[in-house]
């Protein structure tokens, strides 16, 4: 097959965008609407809330942290076959589901297993979507991932109908076969060659040098803050609100609107990132700051038209950080290493996510509002676009550059620390 | 149970068995030292809710205030689950002369005669009707009437508690097991019972078949029936009935039972799909792969015969590509 010398940004790449769309909704949509069942599960289970709500943590833990493992497959066999059997299996969970008869049947099942198959399939389709696109990666990221919001919507009435007409179990086999289309999503991830593919050798090596990657470890480090302070609104905001005498219709009419921005957000920032010339870096940077802030004053607004504007501003703020994020890492590291960075990076910032909610609620506990919760999941972000200054090019105002550096070398001999500045100039 | 004088006499004393109980309860060793007594009385927590909520002989007294501007009826509704002394008092504020009001009470559109005072002061008629209510003919309307230009009117409704049941009906699978709720807020039947059954055939359920049927229930409000070993011949109406002194309430839900099949079938035709969708996908890329391959060969083939032809032209004929070549150099 012949390789390329420039990713194609186009063509059968739109395709890769529209399987990522779905893919992205059948994995996050999916799991952000679990929580119908939630309720199906303690009454038929007969258990208390905590131990229910641990079935979606483990199929989110195991997501993440089994990401490196998704994008190591991939760059071994490409992104298809491995995306292939992640929908399968993310399937079968489903489908053993369905026959539980106790809560540990469901942690095994959908935790464990369907958590994996969302692991094989999430982080190879977004690495793979990179490869495809250089001039219109943010776009392409951006409306790859406004998916996951569209499905929120669709799923969760979706899911109350399949529960009224066929119980917990039937509904389960039925999300069972929608899963199934991950599968046929898979299909549609051709494989790409790029010139750089060969001298990137194989998974092992690639970790290696990722690992001593100064740029990748602190952009690693950067993100991490970030997904730590990311999550807390959408835990604790209707809860916050609630605090605040409201009842719960316009609670929820207020995570609606965050979720509706959060679209547009993805989108208009998709855009942006493609047509304001310069490093992707401050954009990010741009985005963080302002999702940090509004953040940090959702304590201080009282009024609700003052919280409903924040609520916005979050909502667009956040958003708009996602594809960004995404669409930098091809910077840094290289289209040929992005199969395993992705998923290095997907690893190590699980652990912020896991980390800042209960964090949060701790904060709860102890001062009683969530006023400190909201500050320090602000002073996260801000942390967070602070480091991502340190990164390279970020003060440099000449045209950004589409094509990955030179970093054949790099993958020649991992053991060896490059001299980072050096190789970086194109 | 002691026949109590009228409301003018004096009031019931608490029921004796709560007296006892706090004797009891006050005198019983306290089960560790680190226990303060309080707790003692509390760790009865069942039995004492039963008689302090359903004590019987409680006194219940309720109020309703009318003015000329009121609207022609004001209700009011009351639950009732055991018998008690009853006192219902109506005020009227009126326009005139408060003497020249009419006042008149029914029950159920009957007149009642006697069982009521009549008092006028500062403007307001008051009055007051007391009576005992023992067994379930007594529940019903009870209402005050002032007459002045226009009739006023103020209802007590006495009702037993009703039954909060699920509207939806519940659905299962053959084979599983289930658990059907009946529930009232803040009553305490003397009994429960469930029976099964569509329409007017009503067939209690079988308690016996403990395999089968198990009636439990934590707090006196509330009944649950667990369903095992579910068959397409369970589904259909479940009723349970609530027992109350007063009169008897019910409650309908109903239970869905499938087979397998019915999810399974949506399950293979999704599953089919999505095998359809792949083979074609791969299948289109097979294809333009293949077409992409034969222009190639075809230009390879034409490449060739180009060949081919220009050897056996130069073979044959040297001496005009020469002359060509002059030519061409030449210009």
New interface residues.
């Given amino acids: 097959m012949a390789r390329r010398a420039e990713p194609p940004d186009g063509g059968w790449g739109w395709m890769v965008v529209l399987s990522a769309f779905f893919q992205s909704a059948l994995v996050f949509g999916v799991l952000r609407s679990f929580g119908i069942f939630f309720v199906e599960f303690v009454e038929a289970f007969e258990e208390q809330a905590a131990r229910v709500s641990w079935v979606t943590s483990i199929g989110i833990a195991v997501q993440q942290l089994g990401s490196p493992v998704g994008s190591a497959l991939s760059t071994k066999f490409g992104p298809r076959p491995v995306v292939?059997s992640g929908g399968i299996l993310a399937a079968l969970g489903m489908l053993l589901a369905s026959f539980a008869t106790s809560l540990t049947h469901l942690y095994l099942s959908i935790g464990l297993l369907s958590g994996s198959g969302w692991a094989l399939t999430f982080t190879p389709t977004l690495a793979c979507l990179s490869r495809y696109f250089s001039r219109l990666r943010s776009l392409a990221m951006g409306l790859a991932l406004t998916g996951v919001g569209l499905s929120s919507f669709a799923f969760a009435p979706l899911f109350q109908w399949l529960i009224?007409?066929?119980?917990w179990?039937?509904?389960l086999?039925?999300v069972?076969?929608?899963s199934?289309?991950l599968?046929?999503c898979g299909?549609?991830l051709?494989p790409l060659s790029l010139t750089e593919d060969p001298a990137m050798g194989g998974p092992g090596a690639q970790l290696a040098s990722l690992l001593h990657h100064g740029p990748f470890l602190r952009y690693t480090v950067a993100l991490t803050l970030i997904n730590t302070g990311y999550f807390i609104p959408y835990v604790h905001l209707v809860a916050h609100v609630q605090d605040l005498d409201w009842d719960p219709l316009p609670a929820a009419f207020l995570l609606s609107v965050v979720a509706i921005s959060d679209l547009v957000g993805r989108v208009v920032s998709g855009w942006l990132g493609d047509a304001v010339p310069g490093p992707v870096a401050r954009l990010l940077m741009l985005w963080t700051t302002l999702t940090g802030l509004s953040l940090a004053l959702f304590p201080v607004a009282r009024a609700p038209t003052a919280l409903v504007a924040l609520a916005v501003a979050y909502g667009f703020t956040s958003g708009a950080l996602t594809p960004v994020a995404f669409s930098m890492l091809p910077e840094l590291v290289g289209t040929g290493r992005i199969y395993c960075g992705l998923g290095l990076l997907q690893m190590v910032e699980s652990i912020g996510g896991l980390l800042g909610a209960p964090l949060s609620g701790y904060l709860r506990d102890v001062t009683g509002n969530y006023t400190a919760s909201f500050v320090v999941a602000g002073a996260f972000l801000l942390a967070g676009s602070g480091v991502l200054i340190t990164l390279p090019h970020f003060f440099c105002f000449s045209a950004r550059t589409s094509k990955p550096q030179n970093l054949v070398t790099v993958a020649l001999d991992a053991k060896v620390p490059l001299p980072k500045e050096g190789l970086e100039e194109d | 149970m002691r026949a109590l004088p009228g409301l003018r006499g004096p009031r019931a004393p608490p029921p004796q068995p709560l007296l006892l109980l706090c004797l009891l309860a006050a005198v019983r060793p306290s089960s560790a030292d680190s226990h303060p007594p309080a707790s003692s009385i509390t760790s009865l927590p069942v039995r004492e809710e039963r008689l302090t909520r359903c004590g019987n002989f409680s006194l219940e007294s309720h109020n309703i205030s009318l003015t000329e501007r009121s609207s022609v009826a004001v209700e009011k509704n009351i639950t009732l689950q055991s018998p008690s002394n009853v006192e219902l008092a109506c005020q009227f504020t009126a326009s005139g002369d408060p003497n020249a009001v009419n006042v008149s009470w029914t029950k159920e559109e009957q007149p009642l005669e006697s069982g009521y005072v009549i008092r006028a002061a500062d403007g307001v008629v008051h009055t007051r009707y007391s009576f005992t209510i023992s067994n379930s003919k007594q529940l019903g309307r009870y209402s005050c009437f002032f007459q002045e230009e226009k009739e006023k009117r103020g209802t007590f409704n006495f009702k037993v508690p009703e039954l909060h049941g699920k509207n939806k009906p519940l659905i299962t699978y053959v084979g599983d097991s289930t658990v059907l709720i009946c529930k009232c807020q803040g009553c305490c039947p003397l009994n429960w019972t469930w029976h099964s059954g569509n329409g007017s055939v009503q067939v209690p359920l079988d308690v016996q078949m403990t395999d089968k049927y198990v009636i439990t229930g934590t707090n006196v409000n509330e009944t649950r029936l667990k369903i095992m070993h579910l068959s397409e011949d369970d589904q259909g109406t479940y009723r349970c009935h609530a027992v109350f002194p007063l009169g008897e309430v019910e409650d309908h839900l109903e239970l869905v039972v499938l087979s397998y099949l019915v999810p399974l079938k949506p399950f293979l035709a999704i599953a089919a799909e999505v095998v359809v969708l792949v083979t074609v996908i791969l299948l289109c890329e097979m294809y333009t792969q293949k077409k992409k391959n034969r222009p190639d060969d075809g230009k390879e083939f034409e490449q060739i015969e180009q060949l081919k032809s220009d050897d056996s032209n130069g073979i044959e004929n040297n001496v005009p590509r020469h002359r060509k070549n002059e030519s061409a150099a030449s210009e």
Avoid: D, K, N, T
């Avoid at chain 1, 009224?164 to 119980?167: G, K, M, R």
């Fill in positions: 292939m009224s007409h066929y119980a179990r039937g509904a086999l039925l069972s076969a929608l199934l289309h599968v046929a299909a549609l051709r």
